[in-house]
C-alpha cells in the first residue's frame, strides 16, 4: 500500500489515496501504522476518498483505531495531497469531513500547496451536540474536579468535543497526567480533546492539546480553534489570533458577522512509502 506522511505543524499522519482503492480492516491498519517503534509512526490514518456530496471524502482515524470526526491539520494535508499528486487542478476545494463539508483555500508556490486557508465553520456551545453532560445552556468557565483538583472548563465543539482550561503556564503545566484524566471524566459521553492555554496578549496564546484517542500532540486545528472561541467569550483576546503550539503556529480568525472561524497554516509533505498490506 502506498503512503504518504505529512504534517500541519507537527501534528503528523499517514495518508493514503483511496479514491479507486478500498482498504479493509481500516481501524486495524491505524493502529499498527501509527506506531512509532514498529510502523510509520504518526497521530494516525487518513483515507482520501471519492465524494458525491463535495471534491474529496476525509476518512480520518486516530492512533488507537478510532474514528475520528475532523481534524484542522489533517484536512489542510488532504488539500495540498489532492493537488500536488495532481488529483485536481483547482485551488478552491470542498471537502467532506464527518463534520460537515469544509471549504478550503490554497496558496501554491512553485506548483506546490505551502499553506492552506480552512473555513472551520461555525462554533458549537450547546452541552447536548458537543457533547457534555450538563443542564446548563453553555459551559462558559464552569468548575470541575479532575484529579482531586478544582478547575474552570469552557466547552464547546468545532466538529468534535473540547475542554478549555486556561493555566498561568503551559510549559510547565502536566498534561501527560491531567490531560487522561480530563478525556475520560463521566461528563463526557464520547471523550473530550482538552486544551491547556495561555495567554500570552490580545493577539497571542499558548496552546498544549491532550488529544481523545492519541495523547498529547504537537498540534491540534479544531483545538486551536476552540481555543480561540473560548478566549473570545471570555473576553481574554480579540477576534483575530496567533496560537503557538508545540509545533508551530496557526493564524485563527473569527468572523463575528458570520459566525466563522478561519484557520490558516502550513501543510509539509514528509516522505513517502509502500506499507505491506
Known amino acids: 500500500m ?25 481501524s486495524e491498519l491505524a493502529i499498527k501504522i501509527s506506531d512509532r517503534h514498529f510502523g510509520v509512526g504518526s497521530d494516525g490514518l487518513i483515507l482520501i476518498k471519492s465524494s458525491d456530496k463535495a471534491d474529496f471524502f476525509m476518512d480520518m482515524y486516530n492512533s488507537d483505531g478510532s474514528r475520528g470526526n475532523m481534524c484542522g491539520n489533517g484536512i489542510r494535508c488532504v488539500a495540498k495531497y489532492v493537488y500536488d499528486y495532481g488529483l485536481t487542478d483547482k485551488k478552491k476545494l470542498e471537502i ?15 506548483g506546490k500547496v505551502e499553506s ?3 473555513d472551520m465553520g461555525s462554533p458549537v456551545l450547546d452541552p447536548r451536540l458537543i457533547p457534555v453532560i450538563s443542564d446548563k445552556e453553555i459551559l462558559l468557565n464552569e468548575p470541575i474536579t479532575v484529579g482531586n483538583k ?11 468535543p473540547h475542554a478549555v482550561v486556561f493555566v498561568e503556564n503551559t510549559d510547565s ?5 491531567i490531560g487522561p484524566l480530563f478525556e475520560n471524566h463521566e461528563i463526557f459521553p464520547d471523550r473530550v480533546n482538552t486544551e491547556f492555554v495561555q495567554v500570552v496578549d490580545r493577539k497571542n496564546i499558548k496552546m498544549r492539546v ?3 484517542g492519541s495523547g498529547e500532540t504537537l498540534a491540534c486545528g479544531t483545538g486551536a480553534c476552540a481555543s480561540v472561541i473560548a478566549c473570545i467569550l471570555n473576553g481574554l483576546t480579540d477576534n483575530e489570533v496567533r496560537v503557538s503550539l508545540l509545533g508551530g503556529d496557526l493564524n485563527i480568525r473569527f468572523d463575528k458577522d458570520r459566525n466563522k472561524i478561519y484557520m490558516t497554516g502550513p501543510a509539509v509533505t514528509v516522505f513517502e512509502g509502500d506499507y505491506p498490506g
Not at 505529512?6 to 482498504?23: A, F, L
Open 2 to 26: 502506498r503512503f504518504t506522511k505529512m504534517q500541519g505543524i507537527g501534528n503528523d499522519y499517514v495518508y493514503m489515496d483511496c479514491t479507486e482503492n478500498v482498504i479493509n480492516n481500516v
Open 96 to 110: 467532506e469531513t464527518l463534520s460537515g463539508i469544509k471549504s478550503l483555500e490554497l496558496t501554491v508556490k512553485d
Open 116 to 118: 492552506v486557508t480552512v
Open 150 to 160: 478544582d478547575y474552570e472548563i469552557t466547552c464547546l465543539s468545532m466538529g468534535n
Open 173 to 177: 503545566f502536566p498534561v501527560d497526567e
Open 210 to 212: 491532550w488529544e481523545r
